[in-house]
Nanobody, 118 residues
């Protein structure tokens, strides 16, 4: 059974930075792509960033140039470095594991709250 545990959320002022972590267990982490999503109150969950098993990345337009997704396969962990945070980045952030590099989402974390004050 795959388990994903996010950490690193919190309260930060606009312009600040946070780094989210998502630790995975119960799977061959290095073979699976990983996604970060977020969901703000009253809004649909949106894809923020993704990284394939080979390290290719893509980002939502709203976070390009500010957020960086990375992975450490030795630690079974994916990160989301968030810089120049804006109040509109406030949301619950979730990591999800994909099956290989397919679009199928096999597991979700429980989420971590990020709040950006103006």
């Amino acid at each position: 059974q795959v388990q994903l545990v996010e950490s690193g959320g919190g309260l930060v002022q606009a312009g600040g930075s946070l780094r989210l972590s998502c630790a995975a267990s119960g799977s061959i982490f290095s073979k699976n792509a990983m996604n970060w999503y977020r969901q703000a109150p009253g809004k649909q969950r949106e894809l923020v960033a993704a990284i394939t098993s080979g390290g290719s990345t893509n980002y939502a337009d709203s976070v390009k140039g500010r957020f960086t997704i990375s992975r450490d396969n030795a630690k079974n962990t994916v990160y989301l470095q968030m810089n120049s945070l804006k109040p509109e980045d406030t949301a619950v952030y979730y990591c999800a594991q994909r099956r290989g590099n397919s679009e199928f989402l096999s597991s979700w974390g429980q989420g971590t709250q990020v709040t950006v004050s103006s």
